[in-house]
């Protein structure tokens, strides 16, 4: 498979996709991205990295960081135990939504929707962690790119719009399900969802997960258990009330974020990253989850 040459054919037959769906209005900064914008890149076990589009231009990555957030937690000693705060089955429902909280006794569905990520960034945070800190390390060393950083412009547009998951922390405060003060939390939380990266840096940053733990210095991150855990979480639970779609579409691990990013994995094989800000009903990218659709199928490199 000549990787630039399948790379281009994809960003021609989604062309009519880019500029569908809206952007996500709910944060300013972000609404005001224009939609019809596109980039894609692949990334190879080796690290060599291909791209189409705009794929060297910065976005915010949004839940795309609560894939890492989970990693980081389960590769600190005892790191499994943040399972008995988190489920692992898809919601069904909005990323952002209070209702199951309150019939499961504060404990969020899984760690890809928003109140699953404030408890894994509460479990990284009682653990001692500067966890925007922690994340933006591990980035810029899987990536490569030292200039990784949080776009502060999305983090104060996102701080100031944050009642929802200001809520979504404080009803699971409410069930004992928080040890770190919400503030606290909240405001790590936003900062993760704002750094900006390309999609070659997401990609070479998600590259772990196509090796089985193995970082892009050849330790290990986690164990090899642990990585199909976390591939099977984002198969399943990845793409919102999507998952199911995205799954039958794509046939891959993916997790999106309201940006317009998606981060896909082959296991044993790459890492794909599309960026297109404008997203359908659930959140997710038109164009983006459509390229990753024409990828798996020309490619044949998927799950199943
Ligand atoms: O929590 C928010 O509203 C955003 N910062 C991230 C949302 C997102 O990408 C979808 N979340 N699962």
């Known amino acids: 498979m000549h990787i630039p040459d399948l790379l281009a054919r994809i960003s021609a037959e989604v062309a009519d996709e880019v500029g569908k769906g809206s952007a996500a209005d709910y944060i300013p900064a972000l609404a005001r991205v224009d939609t019809a914008r596109f980039g ?21 990555v949004q839940s795309v960081s609560k894939v890492f957030t989970l990693a980081l937690a389960l590769a600190q000693p005892g790191g499994d135990e943040v399972w008995d705060r988190v489920g692992r089955e898809p919601s069904g429902d909005p990323f952002n939504s209070l209702v199951q909280l309150e019939h499961e006794d504060g404990i969020p569905r899984n760690p890809f929707i928003n109140s ?43 701080a100031a719009n944050a009642d929802r998951n200001r809520a979504l922390a404080y009803f699971m405060a409410s069930y004992g399900n928080m040890r770190m003060p919400v503030p606290d939390v909240l405001a790590q939380y936003v900062r993760q969802c704002s750094i900006a990266m390309n999609c070659a840096e997401l990609a070479l940053s998600g590259l772990f997960l196509a090796r089985h733990g193995v970082r892009n210095d050849g330790s290990r991150l986690l164990e090899r258990s642990q990585a199909k855990r976390v591939n099977a979480v984002m198969l399943t639970c990845g793409t919102y009330d999507a998952a199911g779609q995205f799954a039958y579409r794509v046939g891959l691990p993916g997790k999106s974020g309201v940006s317009g990013a998606i981060l896909a994995v082959v296991p044993g094989r790459c890492t794909v990253c599309v960026w297109s800000p404008g997203l359908d009903a659930r959140g997710n990218s038109v164009a983006g989850v459509a390229a990753l659709d024409r990828f798996t199928t020309l490619t044949g490199w998927s799950v199943f």
């Not at 699953?116 to 925007?132: F, I, K, Q, W």
């Not at 060393?141 to 950083?149: F, L, N, V």
């Open 40 to 60: 894609m890149a692949v990334a190879e076990l080796d690290g060599t990295v291909h791209g189409t589009g705009e794929w060297r231009q910065r976005f915010s």
């Open 116 to 158: 699953g990520a404030l408890v894994v960034t509460d479990e990284l945070a009682a653990r001692g962690s500067d966890v925007t800190e922690e994340l933006l390390s591990f980035l810029r060393k899987e990536s490569g790119s030292p200039g990784i950083a949080v776009d502060e412009e999305v983090a104060d547009s996102e």
